[in-house]
């Protein structure tokens, strides 16, 4: 997130300065696609490299130091660095989105949603999609899910508005005392200010997320939103303002199609009874 900050920061003084892309490589005998990939936020950038840009830039001090402070920071290890092969590399830049995320969307239809899984349907789950991975890696993925699940009490953390399909609570994950505490957990979740669930109930019938489940991410106003899919061999993020819109759409319909809230809430309690039967 920083590194994509710091991208938005240095490709809006070249626009405000009038310069091209090509302009500015040739001041500083780079290749162009250099300078591209560091304001797309594709490649890393050397603070030496800020600095040479923000010369070119001629930026005051202030606003120099401001830049030079945050170039340092988008090379820092975050904390998730320290789980290495046991997190797949596409999803490390999702954690490094959620965890500067101001508002987020999610649309479920299989499982509860990661940010508010119970520890052991986290382990129920990946140990029935990750079915030849060792117990450390297993573990290491528990540890890593359970840490990003303070983001819900932090100081600052975001709005989150859930839609699940009625399927994802009805699932039995893990036996009926792991799926009972999930929907336990998920009632108890809802309490939270920020936090807001819907069902999105089979009588509904057909729905243009029918294609499956994503994340729309939303940060600071100066900061182009995100919708994060992720499939079987990998993820795919999404930044074109039209693709970002299609499913704000898509999330809009949703929500208007599910039950309330407290219909949602009287939904989930009833299967939790069921589960005791």
């Not at 090509?22 to 797309?40: C, G, I, N, Y």
């Not at 500067?100 to 509860?112: Q, R, T």
């Not at 140990?127 to 030849?132: C, G, M, P, Q, S």
Request: charged residues 30%; proline residues 4%; aromatic residues 8%.
């Amino acid at each position: 997130m920083r590194r994509r900050q710091l991208a938005g920061a240095l490709r809006e003084l070249r626009e405000e300065r009038e310069l091209s892309i090509e302009q500015v490589a040739d001041q500083l005998d780079w290749h162009p696609t250099k300078l591209s990939r560091f304001e797309t936020a594709r490649r890393a950038i050397q603070p030496s490299d800020v600095r040479a840009l923000l010369d070119v830039y001629q930026v005051d001090q202030a606003d120099r130091d401001a830049l030079l402070v945050l170039a340092r920071e988008a090379r820092q290890r975050d904390w998730w660095q320290a789980y290495g092969q046991a997190i797949p590399e596409g999803f490390k830049v999702y954690l490094g989105l959620e965890a500067a995320v101001s508002s987020l969307y999610i649309y479920e239809s299989e499982f509860i949603p990661g940010l508010v899984q119970t520890e052991d349907y986290i382990r129920a789950v990946h140990r029935a999609t990750l079915v030849d991975a060792p117990d450390r890696d297993i573990e290491q993925r528990v540890t890593v899910r359970l840490t990003r699940q303070k983001l819900l009490t932090s100081k600052e953390a975001p709005k989150l508005w859930l839609v699940v399909n009625e399927a994802v609570i009805r699932r039995v994950v893990g036996g009926p005392d792991v799926m009972r505490a999930q929907l336990e957990r998920l009632l108890e979740v809802t309490r939270l200010p920020n936090v807001t669930l819907q069902v999105l109930p089979f009588a509904a019938g057909a729905h243009p997320a029918m294609d499956g489940a994503f994340h729309m991410l939303r940060f600071e106003p100066t900061d182009p939103s995100v919708v994060y899919i992720e499939y079987h061999a990998g993820t795919l993020y999404l930044e074109k303002a039209q693709e970002v819109e299609q499913y704000a759409q898509k999330f809009d319909h949703l929500r208007a199609t599910a039950l309330s809230v407290g219909d949602s809430r009287a939904l989930i309690e009833q299967v939790a009874r069921d589960l005791h039967q």
